[in-house]
Nanobody
């Protein structure tokens, strides 16, 4: 089994900052990529940021220059530093990881349970 456990969500005022963390644990041979998605109220889930095992990153246009994704490979953890938060960043944020569980298995996508981020005054 593989588990992704997120933390760091909460309520913050516009212009504030939050840092999300997501730790992967369980039967892990390698992690190909990790990322963050979000689902605003009444909308579809969308990619926020993603980072590959090689360190390549990509961001949604709406968060470029404000959010930074990073990893601690030794801890199988991905972070999302969110600065200059706006009300439109309000959403449930989900961690995603593409993980290979053994040398002979195909990789699969795994999801965390989600953490609420609310930006409001």
């Amino acid at each position: 089994q593989v588990q992704l456990v997120e933390s760091g969500g909460g309520l913050v005022q516009p212009g504030g900052s939050l840092r999300l963390s997501c730790a992967a644990s369980g039967s892990i041979f390698s992690i190909n990529a990790m990322g963050w998605y979000r689902q605003p109220p009444g909308k579809q889930r969308e990619l926020v940021a993603r980072i590959t095992s090689g360190g390549s990153t990509n961001y949604a246009d709406s968060v470029k220059g404000r959010f930074t994704i990073s990893t601690d490979n030794g801890k199988n953890t991905v972070y999302l530093q969110m600065n200059s938060l706006k009300p439109e960043d309000t959403a449930v944020y989900y961690c995603n990881a593409n993980i290979q569980r053994s040398s002979w298995s195909f990789s699969g996508n795994y999801w965390g349970q989600g953490t609420q981020v609310t930006v409001s005054s």
